[in-house]
């Protein structure tokens, strides 16, 4: 079974850029969340869609915004890229929403780098 | 309310001995408190996880203990390998929430 994967790994942007991340679960998992991990801040938690709903929101500005398709296929997108938005970005998905206890399985991120 | 406090920040240890991360939290309604295990340029894996309702659990060469009443949870790797040197993250949550996650703790095992 194929685990998560994200595309692209890595990605260099400049300020004032926007950017859309693409994450494609496991098969059959209906439930994606996404994670900013920085040095500093460890793993912040960005939103989580299920069925195409978006379910739960973490603290970070509008620019942050995501979505779902019908195939569970998610995509993240930031606008007006700051310097400080360079990190890691995850993604992980699971059989049931974050309410349920179903195991969240992680893909190996997307590198951010902001100019 | 909703914050894990992990520590130490940084741990090195020998080969051969014991790793021992510590996780504090707030919220008494958290049930559930899983440790992820993270390699550089991998996401983090779910490696083991605890319900409050024990003390102990292990795994192999991980053990989780849990005390209820100081709300800590602490996770230790006996007879730790240069395999092991990875970043360590608790977390927890509750049944309608998402996973709260401690800030990290980068562990290297010397050979």
């Known amino acids: 079974k194929a685990g998560v994967t994200q595309t692209p790994r890595y990605l260099i942007k400049t300020r004032g850029q926007q950017v859309t991340l693409s994450c494609s679960p496991i098969?059959?998992?209906?439930?994606v969340s996404w994670y900013q991990q920085t040095p500093g801040q460890g793993l912040q938690f960005l939103f989580e869609?299920?069925?195409?709903?978006?379910?739960n929101k973490g603290n970070f500005p509008g620019r942050f915004s995501g979505r779902q398709f019908s195939n569970s296929r998610s995509e993240m997108n930031v606008s007006t890229l700051e310097l400080g938005d360079s990190a890691l970005y995850l993604c992980?998905?699971?059989?049931?929403?974050?309410?349920?206890?179903?195991?969240?399985?992680f893909g190996p991120g997307t590198r951010l780098t902001v100019l | 309310q909703q914050q894990v406090k992990q520590s130490p920040q940084s741990l090195i240890v020998q080969k051969g001995g014991i790793s021992i991360i510590n996780c504090a939290y707030e919220n008494t309604a958290f049930d559930y408190f899983p440790w992820y295990q993270q390699f550089p340029g991998k996401g983090p894996a779910l490696l083991i996880a605890?319900?409050?309702?024990?003390s102990e659990k292990k795994e192999g060469r991980f053990t989780i203990s849990f005390n209820k009443s100081a709300k800590q949870f602490s996770l230790h790797i006996m007879d730790s390998q240069p395999g092991d040197s990875a970043t360590y993250f608790c977390?927890?949550?509750?049944?309608?929430?998402?996973?709260?996650f401690g800030e990290g703790t980068q562990l290297t095992v010397n050979p």
């Open positions: 992980a998905s699971s059989l049931g929403p974050s309410g349920s206890y179903n195991e969240q399985f």
């Open positions: 977390a927890a949550k509750t049944s309608g929430s998402r996973l709260t």
């Open positions: 869609y299920f069925s195409e709903t978006q379910r």
């Open positions: 605890i319900r409050p309702d024990v």
């Open positions: 098969s059959g998992h209906r439930s």
